[in-house]
């Protein structure tokens, strides 16, 4: 697992996580919060060969992803829908995003590293915000066969 901190000169206020759906025990991490899904809203780095067995947290990677048709409006509403949700729950409680995509290495990185530099940017950087990648460093996944 790989780690964003994003600190603040308050708490951490908000987890953000990215993983990989096909991946044993995945959902288990999945405990509460929002949830979002880009395995059918994103197209999938990984069958560009180019950028298969890279992350997102690489450029060629991140700007794929954030190029996508309708990205960018997709973690505009994700990060606004955290907010909102940090504003409704107790001084000291955490908010917790997970991000899924195929792997957890391309799109849901990506999404969850931006996702948290705009709640981080838009709360003043007053509060922290770890992202958590959990399956960054597995394997890639073979394709999915279509259903």
Known sequence: MQITHLD???PVTAVIRSIG?????????????????????LRNPADDPTMRYRTGLDDDVYDHVLN????????????IQLRALADEVPPGRLVRLTVACQGG??????????????????????YGVDVEHHHIDH?????????
Do not use: F, K, M
């Not at 290495?105 to 007053?126: M, P």
């Open 139 to 147: 394997p890639v996944l073979p394709a999915s066969t279509p259903a």
């Open 21 to 41: 759906a096909r991946h044993d025990g995945a959902h288990d991490l999945v405990t509460d919060g929002l949830y979002l899904d880009l395995r059918t809203a």
């Open 105 to 126: 290495r391309h799109r849901s990185v990506a999404v969850a590293e931006t996702v948290a530099r705009r709640v981080w940017t838009a709360w003043g950087g007053h």
């Open 8 to 10: 603040g000169t308050g």
């Open 68 to 79: 996508t048709p309708g990205a960018r409006e997709l973690i505009d509403r994700t990060a």
